[in-house]
């Protein structure tokens, strides 16, 4: 897979070409990154590629010429001639795990990082093929967002996790929240690691995992099971929680 950044601020993406997993998957050749600055398609000697807003108001616009010129240039330097171009924007479909999923089968992204107070309209219209955010939150740029989705996506990019295994048992891979973990020593601060989880029943320990992923999911995200179908083994787990909850309550 290549990945390329249209960013005024190629030096942010440093962070993930370095460091973990992504930055060990590039120096394997697993994934490819470049970062193209707009600025070098500034139509002005300073470089700025930005101006004022029509109508009127606070802060500056990116310009559509410098920008479409970038991803021109992006397009030039793709395996498959194309790519996909992603607008990183609190106005995009919400990023989700299947969204990562999906975007790990193509070979080329293209991902447009906004700033300011973002970017001409008719740039988006012309050269967008996606908007994606990653939450409900003002941030002072689209690199960030832009680089949370190239870990999520990454991540599932065959190779890139030594451990297949790792990736499969991930929360959310499979639509729920994350049991607690335990690790030594045996007592920390007064508490116990939980019984079951040394009794060496792997049988025991897979179901008292489940039962508490689906205790964290009912109580901190309903949403995610409200979309989600039960194997036989969770609708039981669940039927169980809940009466237990009535118990309480009554
Ligand atoms: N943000 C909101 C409403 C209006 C504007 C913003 C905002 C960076 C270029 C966009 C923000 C959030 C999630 C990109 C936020 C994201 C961005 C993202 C983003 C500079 C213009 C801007 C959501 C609070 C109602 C600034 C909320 N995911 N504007 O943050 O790019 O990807």
């Known amino acids: 897979m290549k990945i390329q950044a249209i960013t005024l601020f190629p030096e942010m993406f440093d962070s993930i070409t370095g460091y973990g ?3 060990r998957a590039l120096q394997q050749g697993l994934w490819r990154f470049e970062a193209v600055n707009p600025r070098r398609f500034a139509d002005n ?8 807003p029509f109508g009127g108001g606070p802060g500056m616009i990116m310009m559509a010429p410098p920008i479409y010129d970038a991803i021109e240039a992006a397009r030039t330097q793709t395996q498959s001639g194309r790519g996909r171009v992603i ?3 609190p106005q995009g479909a919400p990023l989700t795990h299947a969204k990562a999923a999906e975007l790990a089968q193509l070979s080329d992204l293209i991902l447009l990082c906004g700033r300011y107070e973002g970017i001409d309209e008719r740039l988006l219209q012309s050269s967008v093929d996606e908007e994606i955010g990653i939450g409900d939150f003002v941030v002072s740029g689209g690199e960030l967002p832009a680089m949370m989705l190239m870990d999520a996506v990454l991540r599932l990019v065959p190779g890139v996790l030594g451990d297949v295994r790792s990736a499969e ?7 729920l929240l994350d049991c607690p973990h335990y690790t030594r020593p045996t007592e920390f601060q007064g508490m116990a690691v939980p019984e079951v989880l040394r009794s060496g029943n792997h049988g025991l320990i897979a ?8 205790r964290r999911t009912l109580a901190r995200r309903p949403d995610l099971l409200a979309r989600r179908s039960l194997i036989p083994q969770e609708a039981r787990l669940l039927q169980k929680i809940k009466q237990e909850q009535r118990d309480i309550q009554s």
């Not at 000697?45 to 004022?52: A, E, N, P």
């Not at 048992?169 to 639509?175: I, K, L, R, T």
């Open 45 to 52: 000697k300073l470089g700025y590629i930005d101006d004022r």
């Open 169 to 175: 048992q991930d929360s959310f891979s499979d639509g």
């Open 87 to 89: 607008y990183l924007s």
């Open 207 to 214: 179901e008292w995992r489940l039962e508490q992923s689906l």
């Open 21 to 23: 997993v992504t930055g």
